[in-house]
């Protein structure tokens, strides 16, 4: 099956700062979320980007389909961007996402 | 705005035990899935419904897991018996033209 992988696993930032979160896929996708857990474990959707870039607030994404890649900015990061952060694909042969083992953000005042 | 609803948020229970839970998707959402997601990993798929049809259970346990959607809405997962090892969070999500919408989750601590 289609593998995904995220970099950082972890990353700590001060508040402020900004970040990319990257997510590379082995395979061609047709569907690209991110998602936001929670500490009480809420998958919270951030984007769906199959390809192209999109910008919602201090957040941005940009999926490259060709290049089998997806990058998640955080501009002026704030405490309550902290928790995990995932991206999850689906591919061709598949109507699930399979999504990645994450990134751990921290973000400290 | 629409959520997906699963109850209960947590559960405790012992090894061998039965647990079940429930979930009921956004209105108008036709495929539901269910999916675990053990502590520090991203979330996999157990069984996908698209109405009241199985299209993916190829991970699903099926010696003690099971999954039903009779009338196409609301489904519920059940495990008998527990284990130790099923000790992990049960999310639930419903899809709506590509995009998948999830539940806050049961979390389940079998002892």
């Keep these: 099956g289609i593998q995904v992988e995220q970099s950082p696993p972890d990353l700590i930032l001060q508040e402020g700062a900004n970040s990319t979160l990257r997510c590379n896929f082995s395979d061609s996708v047709n569907n690209l979320q991110w998602f936001?857990?929670?500490?009480?474990?809420?998958?919270?959707?951030?984007?769906?980007?199959?390809?192209?870039?999109?910008?919602?607030?201090?957040?941005?994404?940009?999926?490259?389909?060709?290049?089998?890649?997806?990058?998640l900015y955080i501009s002026s990061s704030q405490t309550t961007d902290s928790g995990v952060y995932f991206c999850a694909v689906r591919d061709t042969g598949r109507r699930a996402l399979t999504f990645g083992s994450g990134t751990r953000l921290q973000v400290q005042p | 705005e629409a959520e997906v609803a699963q109850s209960p948020r947590y559960k405790i229970t012992e090894k061998s035990q039965a647990v079940a839970?429930?979930?009921?998707?956004?209105?108008?959402?036709?495929?539901?899935?269910?999916?675990?997601?053990?502590?520090?990993?991203?979330?996999?798929?157990?069984?996908?419904?698209?109405?009241?049809?199985?299209?993916?259970?190829?991970?699903?346990p099926k010696d003690r897991f099971s999954a039903e959607?009779?009338?196409?809405?609301d489904s519920t997962l059940?495990?008998?018996?527990?284990?130790?090892?099923?000790?992990?969070?049960?999310?639930?999500?419903?899809?709506?033209?590509?995009?998948?919408?999830?539940?806050?989750?049961?979390?389940l601590s079998v002892l």
């Design chain 2, 69 to 73: 959607r009779l009338k196409g809405v």
């Design chain 1, 36 to 71: 936001h857990q929670n500490p009480w474990g809420q998958l919270i959707n951030l984007f769906y980007i199959p390809s192209g870039t999109k910008q919602n607030g201090r957040l941005s994404a940009t999926t490259v389909a060709t290049e089998r890649y997806s990058l």
């Design chain 2, 78 to 107: 059940k495990i008998q018996p527990a284990e130790l090892g099923d000790s992990a969070m049960y999310l639930c999500a419903s899809s709506f033209g590509g995009i998948q919408y999830f539940g806050a989750g049961t979390r």
């Design chain 2, 21 to 60: 839970f429930w979930c009921d998707p956004i209105s108008g959402h036709a495929t539901l899935y269910w999916y675990r997601q053990i502590l520090g990993q991203g979330p996999e798929l157990l069984v996908q419904f698209q109405d009241e049809s199985v299209v993916d259970d190829s991970q699903l």
